[in-house]
């Protein structure tokens, strides 16, 4: 059998929310990136039998001449990418080397890709990826599609290799837990993908894994899974391991992930994640109008009591909630947009990620507006005709949301916002303090890297004046009533970098510089 050369590539993100393109970097001419990519490590570690390389555009520039000393290189990406993944194909298929392509775009719209590779594959690959591979380093017949019949048995996935990642051009690594979510959102294609039955691997393979990503030096970590608590059960276990995990290697991980609302119902579940390191979690709160909700069948977001009532117990168990937030249901009229601010900025959400809703293929949302005739596949950032408003009045009112948003202040009164819970604070405190014993010089260092590379971004733009203004006060005025020391500082300028991601991709989404700015 051939001993393979293999490239796997990560494209570029549009500029978006996903991929912090504005966020300032840590070490200054290097690309660096918010989070790694989890699917290329996981791949790598499904080929151990060979040489293996791993190229994120977001972190390295991609030597188009370098890749023809590979046997095979591949293409992955989300639907935010996908312009950029056909880029990449097109080069790549100009100079006749042999590509494959999968990853989610490619698992939901197959055809998109017709001419543009050799293989496809679709959904999860820890089957056919290995099958393909012994194949074609043995010369045998391979398949031009791949789909695995069956759901993969997450027990049996190897570890990721995070070795070959460039670590320090990161600022979190990524690992999963779990695949599936047992609810039935119409716009979503995770069901579609991984199924609504949730598997998870075992607890000890992913202490396993977190301790594979400490050892690469990661400090942070986010749980990709869709939906870290569809299996509470599972959860609760791995929990219980990561928390005596966390105390033996003093806490060296910055945990968050990404839940459905329902985890402010169960306060054993909060609380084991707060002892676990869980500083954040990621919910798809969609929207504030109950009818919208019943209209995507998010009805899990209805259950129970008010939305409002399950952040406060989230925000009250120490953990901090961003959101994701969609504009244009059926039941959305212009209202829409002031009861989304409002709702955004009365629950300190920090992170709020908006976009406008959009039909994926294979979703139930897509079949929909099929068999209506309101897809307009011709704009990718708005692919449906909305009921109540225009195409053009939901664009406008969706970058006029972002604009009042993400101007300075207004981030502001949402970061402070959730400091008004005394429970937030003692609990923020007391975990914040355990994890950097003995690290105040590195958070120090950290903090003042922050400020300064901010101060030269702002005076380059010239904006010190309009924005930096507006952190100095706030640090004053704010920041230090509620914490005076190191780490306070370092958190408050973690928030102002965070702020000027958000405010930079609004201001070149206003002034119409973007190709594509809706994830879907």
Request: aromatic share 14%.
């Amino acid at each position: 059998m051939k001993r393979l050369k293999i490239c796997l590539i990560n494209p570029k993100f549009e500029p978006s929310y996903w991929g912090f393109e504005y966020a300032l970097p840590l070490y200054p001419g290097k690309r660096t990136c918010t989070m790694i990519t989890g699917a290329l490590p996981y791949l790598a570690g499904l080929t151990p039998d060979h040489e293996v390389y791993l190229l994120d555009e977001n972190v390295e520039e991609i030597d188009f001449a370098s890749l023809k000393d590979f046997d095979i290189v591949g293409v992955t990406g989300m639907v935010v990418q996908k312009k950029r993944m056909m880029e990449i194909l097109r080069k790549v298929r100009e100079m006749k080397i042999f590509t494959i392509v999968g990853g989610a775009y490619a698992s939901v719209d197959e055809k998109h890709f017709d001419g543009y590779c050799d293989v496809l594959f679709s959904g999860e690959a820890d089957e056919t990826w290995p099958e393909f591979i012994e194949c074609f380093a043995s010369g045998k017949e391979y398949k031009k599609f791949y789909e695995q019949e069956n759901r993969t048995d997450m027990t049996t996935v190897p570890s990721p290799r995070f070795d070959l990642l460039k670590v320090d051009r990161y600022a979190s690594g990524a690992i999963q837990f779990s695949r599936g979510c047992p609810f039935q959102c119409e716009f979503c294609d995770i069901i579609i993908t991984f199924g609504r039955r949730p598997r998870t691997k075992k607890p000890e393979q992913l202490i396993d894994e977190l301790d594979d990503m400490r050892k690469a030096g990661f400090f942070s970590c986010f749980i990709v899974d869709d939906n870290f608590i569809g299996n509470k059960k599972a959860a609760k276990e791995l929990l219980r391991l990561m928390i005596p995990w966390q105390k033996k290697h003093n806490y060296p991980l910055r945990m968050s992930t990404e839940a459905s609302i329902n985890l402010a119902d169960d306060a054993e579940l909060l609380d084991l994640m707060y002892h676990a390191n869980f500083r954040a979690v990621f919910i798809g709160i969609e929207t504030p109008k109950m009818e919208s909700l019943k209209e995507t069948k998010k009805f899990q977001n209805i259950a129970g009591d008010s939305m409002e009532a399950k952040l406060d117990r989230i925000y009250k168990a120490g953990i901090n909630v961003r959101a994701g937030f969609i504009v244009g249901f059926d039941n959305d009229d212009k209202n829409i947009f002031e009861e989304q601010y409002q709702f955004i900025q009365n629950n300190g959400i920090l992170m709020a990620m908006v976009g406008t809703l959009i039909a994926i293929p294979k979703t139930p949302l897509y079949k929909r507006m099929e068999k209506e005739g309101r897809l307009r596949l011709d704009d990718p950032n708005c692919n449906i005709a909305p009921k109540q408003m225009t195409p053009d009045e939901l664009q406008q009112g969706y970058w006029e949301l972002l604009k009042r948003l993400y101007t300075p202040q207004a981030f502001m009164d949402r970061y402070f916002k959730t400091f008004r819970f005394p429970e937030f604070r003692h609990k923020r405190a007391e975990i914040c303090d355990k994890a950097n014993e003995g690290k105040m010089i590195p958070t120090l260092g950290f903090g003042l890297v922050l400020l300064w590379n901010l101060f030269w971004t702002l005076f380059k733009d010239r904006s010190l004046r309009k924005v930096g203004d507006v952190y100095i006060r706030n640090f004053f005025k704010n920041s230090l009533r509620y914490r005076r020391d190191v780490i306070g500082f370092a958190q408050f300028m973690n928030a102002c970098v965070t702020h000027w991601h958000f405010y930079k991709f609004t201001r070149e989404g206003t002034e119409g510089r973007l190709r594509l700015f809706n994830s879907g």
